[in-house]
């Protein structure tokens, strides 16, 4: 099975055998614990559940720490589950990054950074008003909404000011160009969604 649970740390830069400097994203992944293994027969559906970022018993709730004393596990921050026909592990083993190797393709999902209320060109990139004969105050207005008497009222779905950010986004296909298990290490080539201390899941790659 190769997925991971993850922090993201940062970004960096490395350089590669003919010199180039390659923009990295480094993430803290793992180690993680397997909580538990969904089955068809079971659970009508095939899955891992995977546990990450030991925590105090108190954050949690009885159920959460009943769930985890299962199989003897520590008090875990964070429970995903991973999509997998054929599961090869079993519950209490643990998950670390060197599931993973270098020139390998990946997709991490992330929680997008929120940007609060924000206009119609920051949000959806729009052109904004005139900037001369007399648009003082159109500049970074979106501009005509609909029509008059037909329909008379917005479409649903236009798009328009409101909140931006804090999004669930995934990155895809994403070269893998650093594994180190001796610190949890993965780095991977190019920007991953949300901020630095977020919590980011690395599954493999849809598209081959």
Same mark, same amino acid.
Not at 47 to 64: D, F, H, I, S
Not at 76 to 103: H, I, M
Not at 183 to 207: D, H, M, Q, Y
């Given at each position: 099975?190769?997925?991971?649970? +993850? %922090? &993201?740390? +940062?970004? %960096?830069?490395?350089f590669? =055998? ?6 990295v994203?480094?993430?803290?992944a +793992? $180690?993680?614990?397997? %909580?538990q @293994?969904r089955? $068809?027969e079971?659970?009508g559906y *095939?899955?891992v ?5 030991? #925590?105090?018993?108190k954050r949690?709730t ?5 769930h985890?004393?299962?199989?003897n /596990?520590? $008090?875990?921050?964070?429970?995903r589950?991973?999509?997998? &026909?054929?599961p ?7 998950? #670390?990054?060197s599931v993973f190797a270098?020139?390998e ?9 929120? &940007?609060g209320?924000?206009? +119609? ?8 008003g005139?900037?001369t004969h007399g648009a003082?105050?159109?500049?970074r207005?979106p501009?005509?909404? *609909?029509?008059t008497?037909?329909?008379g009222?917005?479409?649903k779905?236009s798009?328009?000011?409101?909140h931006m950010g804090s999004d669930?986004? #995934? *990155?895809q296909n994403?070269k !893998?160009? /650093?594994v180190?298990? =001796?610190?949890?290490?993965?780095? @991977?080539?190019?920007?991953?969604p ?5 919590l980011? !899941? !690395?599954k493999?790659t849809?598209?081959?």
């Amino acid at each position: 099975m190769k997925g991971l649970l +993850g %922090t &993201k740390i +940062g970004m %960096t830069q490395i350089f590669d =055998e003919a010199g180039h400097a390659v923009p990295v994203t480094l993430i803290e992944a +793992g $180690p993680c614990y397997v %909580t538990q @293994v969904r089955l $068809p027969e079971q659970d009508g559906y *095939s899955a891992v559940q995977l546990g990450y970022n030991e #925590t105090k018993p108190k954050r949690l709730t009885g159920g959460q720490l009943g769930h985890l004393k299962r199989n003897n /596990l520590p $008090p875990l921050r964070f429970l995903r589950e991973f999509r997998v &026909k054929n599961p090869d592990v079993n519950e209490g083993d643990q998950v #670390t990054v060197s599931v993973f190797a270098v020139g390998e393709r990946v997709d991490i999902v992330g929680t997008s950074k929120g &940007k609060g209320f924000q206009g +119609g060109v920051k949000r959806y990139h729009f052109k904004g008003g005139p900037k001369t004969h007399g648009a003082s105050d159109r500049t970074r207005a979106p501009g005509s909404r *609909s029509s008059t008497t037909t329909p008379g009222r917005v479409y649903k779905g236009s798009r328009g000011p409101g909140h931006m950010g804090s999004d669930r986004v #995934t *990155s895809q296909n994403l070269k !893998i160009v /650093l594994v180190d298990p =001796e610190r949890n290490l993965l780095g @991977v080539c190019g920007a991953v969604p949300g901020a630095k201390g977020s919590l980011v !899941i !690395i599954k493999e790659t849809r598209k081959q």
